[in-house]
């Protein structure tokens, strides 16, 4: 009521004239608003803890009255002494002013004497030995007890004014590092990479960690410099943040505090147990990472960018300015691709690079979208490009989806597309998810598919432990396409442990693998080929898990797949409903007559065929076409079995092949 009653009378002041009076007027007010700030601060004991008083001696600094000035260090005050004695009992408070006049109007420090201050813990507000907030010069010293001589002790204090606050001592028998350089630069795969130089190497029991955020330290996470070399240099790899939108900071610390302790007591005790652990602490740097995909490169005029989409980012490569050199591709969110993303070659002009790498980044799964009426992907005469849908290229966890949902039969409509004699080339632990629907026997295209347009070929290039199939419920005709020229083989192209499944159409031929005119020399090992639905057929049309259709195509591998069942697992069956001329094949094969194919150790089994489908003589043909072929071998020098056995059925399952007709054909139970 005493501040209220002041502020009437500095305001009531005044003379007739208005604007003098409103001059007065003002300045009154201003006056009254100085004097209740300052009232408020002796008072009400506004203003920042700035000085530590202890009865310790200090040998570095020379002490000023057993009193220092606190240091701001990042969010929080500092001082460090170092004991030039043994003894059993000192003192300590935080207070206002200077070291020359300090003023206790306000102290932090325990409320009641006799509390003993314990070293290397997280002191929380309300700690009967911790920084209490005193109005009045209220209060008791705190006490340090067992102090070593020659020891380091840091005193860490928050610099709340108006509310206790939190500390912590550390003690150390060694003088802390001091950070002469934090260093940020681009690292591969959007990640960052911190270089940290040290006044001198840590000692031991000292940890240097990174810290770092993407919400301003509401949260963080720290990871440990431990490979500290000559020049008491380290490094560390700040991971790329879980996803686009976001400015990332970073800083360096060290502490006495292992990471677990620190960990544990953040998990109790919030974020801000960081500060009082604290030693030492560097700059910072901060990095925004605006879109999804981010692009890092060794050279180039621009080392790391980020994209909207991976048209964006194609395009920038091919450029030749932004990016060159070794460049890795980050997917720190999900891209819906509204045109083809094209990457061409690196070894001509503009673009120039050496190899790309490919991987989602920031621990969650990410899409490449679009519903395009052509490739969502081209690799236009690319080379040494390895997509890997692992985060951070480890492990065996799909992360990646790469989905084109357009249910086009035009040409060249396919998720990924290799063409210009793209080579050397990696696709492994993706889900690539496709709908084209054209002929398999008469279009080019597919979920995955290694196209016409070369001069040399598309060689070299390999598939492996990726889930191939639809987009959705709009199935593909073809799972992979491997078509090529004449002169221009499509050769030593690897199809290895892939689920590849779902492929099917009601109206036209269909296959898992599909490899026609133009390929040669190429293995498919280690495959399953499965259906998870009943797939019907409206018109007779064959469907094959594995189709080489080339008569000029030489030395082929076909081994160890499994076809059937309705699962990777090995469950359930492979369901198909036909019509008149409706068949199903394993493996049909029409190769070339030089190098033979191998068809070694595969296993076709749990397949079930019903429906009206039933053989029939095609012209020229003198046996029935059957609706159920294993292996089919229509042309060409093939060994079958002859190193490994294939397997037909099951000898211990009964009804592993199943097939019953609902016609009157005299050729419904035909079955080879």
């Known amino acids: 009521m005493k501040m209220k009653t002041l502020i009437l009378k500095l305001v009531s002041g005044g003379g007739k004239c208005p604007v003098r009076g409103m001059s007065v007027m003002l300045q009154n007010l201003w006056i009254g608003v100085v004097i209740i700030f300052l009232l408020l601060m002796k008072f009400e004991g506004f203003g920042q803890p700035t000085v530590l008083y202890t009865s310790l001696s200090n040998t570095t600094p020379a002490s000023t009255n057993n009193r220092w000035s606190l240091n701001t260090v990042g969010a929080f005050r500092q001082y460090r002494f170092q004991a030039n004695e043994t003894g059993p009992k000192y003192y300590w408070a935080f207070s206002l002013g200077t070291p020359a006049s300090w003023d206790y109007s306000t102290n932090w420090r325990p409320w009641t004497s006799g509390n003993v201050m314990s070293y290397n813990i997280f002191i929380p507000v309300g700690w009967a030995n911790g920084a209490r907030r005193n109005t009045s010069s209220g209060g008791s010293d705190g006490e340090l007890n067992n102090i070593q001589n020659g020891y380091y002790y840091t005193f860490n204090v928050s610099p709340n004014a108006a509310t206790d606050n939190i500390m912590a001592v550390l003690e150390t028998s060694f003088n802390p590092v001091s950070f002469v350089s934090l260093v940020d630069a681009p690292a591969p795969y959007g990640a960052r990479l911190a270089t940290v130089t040290l006044s001198s190497t840590p000692s031991a029991g000292e940890h240097v960690y990174i810290r770092y955020t993407t919400d301003n330290y509401t949260t963080s996470t720290i990871l440990e410099i431990t490979n500290f070399g000559a020049g008491a240099i380290g490094t560390a790899i700040v991971p790329v943040p879980s996803t686009n939108g976001v400015t990332q900071k970073y800083y360096a610390y060290s502490s006495n505090k292992t990471k677990n302790q620190i960990d544990v007591d953040v998990g109790s005790n919030g974020q801000v147990v960081h500060d009082m652990f604290t030693l030492s602490l560097s700059s910072g740097a901060s990095n925004v990472f605006t879109n999804p995909v981010v692009v890092t490169s060794s050279g180039g005029s621009t080392l790391m960018n980020s994209y909207a989409t991976m048209k964006d980012a194609f395009d920038a490569i091919n450029s030749g300015t932004n990016h060159t050199g070794t460049i890795?591709?980050?997917?720190?969110?999900?891209?819906?691709?509204?045109?083809?993303?094209?990457?061409?070659?690196?070894?001509?002009?503009?673009?120039?690079?050496?190899?790309?790498?490919?991987?989602?980044?920031?621990?969650?799964?990410?899409t490449i979208t679009g519903n395009l009426a052509a490739p969502l992907l081209d690799f236009n005469g690319a080379d040494v490009v390895t997509i890997d849908g692992r985060q951070g290229g480890t492990g065996s966890t799909d992360s990646l989806t790469i989905r084109n949902n357009s249910t086009s039969a035009?040409?060249?409509?396919?998720?990924?597309?290799?063409?210009?004699?793209?080579?050397?080339?990696?696709?492994?632990?993706?889900?690539v998810l496709g709908s084209a629907t054209m002929d398999v026997t008469t279009v080019e295209g597919g979920t995955i598919c290694f196209g016409t347009e070369s001069a040399t070929g598309n060689d070299n290039n390999t598939v492996t432990n990726c889930n191939i199939g639809p987009a959705g419920t709009n199935l593909p005709t073809k799972g992979i396409c491997i078509k090529g020229n004449a002169g221009a083989l499509n050769d030593e192209i690897t199809i290895t442990n892939n689920n590849i499944y779902d492929y099917f159409s009601a109206t036209v031929p269909s296959s898992g693998i599909y490899s026609g005119a133009g390929s040669s020399a190429c293995t498919f090992t280690n495959n399953k080929f499965y259906q998870t639905g009943v797939r019907t057929q409206t018109t007779g049309k064959q469907h094959a898990a594995i189709w080489i259709n080339n008569t000029s195509g030489n030395n082929f591998t076909v081994s160890n797949n499994i076809i059937g069942y309705s699962s990777p697992t090995g469950t359930d069956t492979t369901r198909l409903v036909g019509v008149v001329w409706t068949q199903f094949t394993g493996i049909c094969l029409s190769v070339g007559p030089t190098i033979p194919t191998s068809v070694q150790g595969n296993t076709?089994?749990?397949?079930?065929?019903?429906?009206?489908?039933?053989?029939?003589?095609?012209?020229?043909?003198?046996?029935?076409?059957?609706?159920?072929?294993?292996?089919?071998?229509?042309?060409?020098?093939?060994?079958?079995?002859?190193v490994v056995g294939n397997t037909i059925g099951s000898m211990s399952a009964t009804k592993s092949i199943n097939y019953t007709s609902s016609s009157n054909s005299t050729y419904s139970s035909c079955i080879v």
């Open 328 to 366: 890795t591709i980050a997917l720190i969110g999900n891209t819906t691709e509204a045109a083809t993303a094209v990457l061409n070659p690196g070894n001509v002009a503009p673009a120039s690079y050496s190899s790309i790498g490919i991987q989602p980044a920031g621990g969650s799964a990410r």
């Open 604 to 642: 076709i089994a749990a397949i079930r065929i019903s429906g009206s489908c039933y053989g029939i003589f095609p012209i020229g043909f003198p046996i029935p076409t059957p609706p159920f072929i294993g292996i089919e071998v229509q042309a060409g020098e093939v060994n079958i079995g002859t």
């Open 410 to 431: 035009a040409a060249n409509t396919s998720t990924i597309h290799f063409m210009a004699d793209a080579t050397n080339n990696i696709i492994k632990y993706c889900n």
